[in-house]
Nanobody, 123 residues
Framework: VQLQASGGGLVQPGGSLRLSCAASGRSFSSRGMGWFRQPPGKEREFVAAITVSGSAADYADSVKGRFTISRDNAKNTLYLQMNSLKPEDTAVYYC?????????????????WGQGTLVTVSS
């Protein structure tokens, strides 16, 4: 599975962005998917993850109620809708495809990674 993340950019605090992750290969619809981010000077951290069917998802406490993960298996695409953005959301965002079908918050459960897209929240 090859993953291509897009949709990052510069946004003011309180604004919104939608990230997309286009997947190639036939196994997208059989894998759980996740978003992670790496803030400047920090380790990569979990943001959100979703099951194969999209019926269940999990979020980091820092983004609950502001971010929504979703997927379109017909289009082989993963999304992350980000609302009420804060300066602390500034990071490179990565999408990842898991070994299995569930949602996973640990990076150890992910087999494939996209190249990352930069989100900068600043006035």
């Amino acid at each position: 599975v090859q993953l291509q993340a897009s949709g990052g950019g510069l946004v003011q605090p309180g604004g919104s962005l939608r990230l997309s992750c286009a997947a190639s290969g036939r196994s997208f619809s059989s894998r759980g998917m996740g978003w992670f981010r790496q803030p400047p000077g920090k380790e990569r951290e979990f943001v959100a993850a979703i099951t194969v069917s999209g019926s269940a998802a999990d979020y980091a406490d820092s983004v609950k109620g502001r971010f929504t993960i979703s997927r379109d298996n017909a289009k082989n695409t993963l999304y992350l809708q980000m609302n009420s953005l804060k300066p602390e959301d500034t990071a490179v965002y990565y999408c990842a495809a898991a070994y299995g079908p569930s949602w996973y918050s640990s990076q150890d459960y992910y087999a494939y990674w996209g190249q990352g897209t930069l989100v900068t929240v600043s006035s």
